[in-house]
C-alpha cells in the first residue's frame, strides 16, 4: 500500500510537472505574440509621427502660398482702379514718348505678374506631388504592415 501511494504521489508529480512545461511554453508563446504586436504598434506609431511630420510641413507650406496669395490678391484689390482713374491717367499723357514710357512700365509690371502666377503654379504642382507621394508611401506603409500581421 506505501508503494501504490508513493506511485500515485510519483505520477501526480510527473503530471504537474507536465503542466507546468506545458504553462510555461502557452507562458512563451503569448510573450512572443506580445512582443510581435509591440513591435507592429511602435512601427506603426513611428509611421503616424512621421506622417503627422510631413503633414504639419505642407501645412505649413500651404499656410505660406495661402498668405502669398492674399497679398498679391490684396495688391490687386488696392491697385484695382475704376475706368474713370484710367482715362484720366490716359489724359494725363502728353506725348507719345510718356505713352511709350507708360506701356513699357505696364508690360514689365504684367511679365512679373505671369511670372509670380507661373511660379506659384510650380509650387502648387510641387505641393501637390509631395502631398501625393507621402499618402502613397503611407498607403504602402500600411499595406506592408497589414500583410505581415
Keep these: ?9 510519483l505520477a501526480e508529480i510527473q503530471a504537474l510537472k507536465q503542466q507546468l512545461a506545458e504553462l510555461r511554453q502557452v507562458k512563451d508563446r503569448a510573450w512572443e505574440s506580445a512582443e510581435k504586436w509591440r513591435k507592429l504598434y511602435n512601427t506603426e506609431s513611428e509611421q503616424r509621427r512621421s506622417d503627422t511630420q510631413l503633414s504639419q510641413q505642407a501645412i505649413a507650406s500651404l499656410k ?3 498668405q502669398q496669395m492674399r497679398g ?6 488696392n491697385e484695382t482702379t475704376s475706368d474713370e482713374e484710367i482715362r484720366g491717367e490716359i489724359a494725363d499723357i502728353d506725348s ?11 508690360l514689365k ?4 505678374l505671369l511670372q509670380a502666377l507661373k511660379t506659384e503654379q510650380e509650387n502648387h504642382a510641387q505641393t501637390r506631388n509631395n502631398l501625393t507621394t507621402a499618402l502613397g508611401d503611407a498607403i504602402d506603409g500600411l499595406a506592408k504592415q497589414r500583410a505581415e500581421v
Excluded at 509690371?109 to 512679373?112: I, K
Design 96 to 106: 507719345v514718348e510718356e505713352l511709350r514710357d507708360k506701356l513699357i512700365t505696364t
Design 72 to 77: 498679391i490678391d490684396e495688391w490687386l484689390i
Design 109 to 112: 509690371e504684367r511679365y512679373q
Design 1 to 9: 500500500m506505501n508503494k501504490d501511494l508513493t506511485q500515485q504521489w
Design 64 to 66: 505660406v502660398q495661402i
